[in-house]
T-cell receptor
C-alpha cells in the first residue's frame, strides 16, 4: 500500500471545524483513501473512505484533490469526544486487505 | 447486531505461559484481521484469515505466534511461551467482504500484560 503523510498533531476548539490534511503523492489509480480514528483506550473506528469524489457521512466529510495526491478529512463541529488519533490509509481496491497504519494525527479538542 | 467481540479484555501471563486471545466477528463476516499495538507505538497488521484459511500472515512473528479461524467458533490468536515484549494491545477486526473498498470493524481489544 502506498505511503501517506500526516501532521503529528492538531488542536481545535470545541464546536469549530477541524481540517485534517493527508498527502499521498504516490497513490495509484486503484487505491481507496480510508480514514480511521482511535479514541483513547479503544479500538480503531472507521470514519470514511472515498476513491475520487468527495464523500459525506454522519461523522465527517472527505475532500479529495482533483489529482488525488492529497485529501482532507473535515470534522464539521468538533466535540470533546472527537479527541483521537486520526489515520489516513490507502488501500488497493482489489488486493488491499490489511490496513497499514502510519503515525496518524493526534487531535486535541479544547473546551 | 452485536459488534466485534474480543475476550478476555485483559490478560495477565507470566513469562513462558501461553496466551489465547479470542475474537468473534460481526454476524455474517467471514474475514478476520489481527493487529497489535505495542506501548507507545502504532498499530501493526499481523494476520488476515478467512474461514478455515490463513490468507496473509506477513505480519506474524515467525515463532511462537499462530492464528486460526475455524469453521465454527471464534478466531484464536495464540502466543506460546510469552515474553515481556509480547505485552501489547491486540485488536481484531472483521469485514463482510475482502477488498480495499470495504471497511473493517474493530473490537475493543485484548490488553496482554506479561509479568
Amino acid at each position: 500500500d502506498a505511503k501517506t503523510t500526516q501532521p503529528n498533531s492538531m488542536e481545535s476548539n470545541e464546536e469549530e471545524p477541524v481540517h485534517l490534511p493527508c498527502n499521498h503523492s504516490t497513490i495509484s489509480g486503484t487505491d481507496y483513501i480510508h480514514w480511521y480514528r482511535q479514541l483513547p483506550s479503544q479500538g480503531p473506528e472507521y470514519v470514511i473512505h472515498g476513491l475520487t469524489s468527495n464523500v459525506n457521512n454522519r461523522m465527517a466529510s472527505l475532500a479529495i484533490a482533483e489529482d488525488r495526491k492529497s485529501s482532507t478529512l473535515i470534522l464539521h463541529r468538533a466535540t470533546l469526544r472527537d479527541a483521537a488519533v486520526y489515520y489516513c490509509i490507502l488501500r488497493d481496491g482489489a488486493a488491499g486487505n490489511k490496513l497499514t497504519f502510519g503515525g496518524g494525527t493526534r487531535v486535541l479538542v479544547k473546551p | 447486531n452485536a459488534g466485534v467481540m474480543q475476550n478476555p479484555r485483559h490478560l495477565v501471563r507470566r513469562r513462558g505461559q501461553e496466551a489465547r486471545l479470542r475474537c468473534s466477528p460481526m454476524k455474517g463476516h467471514s474475514h478476520v484481521y489481527w493487529y497489535r499495538q505495542l506501548p507507545e507505538e502504532g498499530l501493526k497488521f499481523m494476520v488476515y484469515l478467512q474461514k478455515e484459511n490463513i490468507i496473509d500472515e506477513s505480519g506474524m512473528p515467525k515463532e511462537r505466534f499462530s492464528a486460526e479461524f475455524p469453521k465454527e467458533g471464534p478466531s484464536i490468536l495464540r502466543i506460546q511461551q510469552v515474553v515481556r515484549g509480547d505485552s501489547a494491545a491486540y485488536f481484531c477486526a472483521s469485514s463482510p467482504l475482502a477488498g480495499g473498498y470495504n471497511e473493517q470493524f474493530f473490537g475493543p481489544g485484548t490488553r496482554l500484560t506479561v509479568l
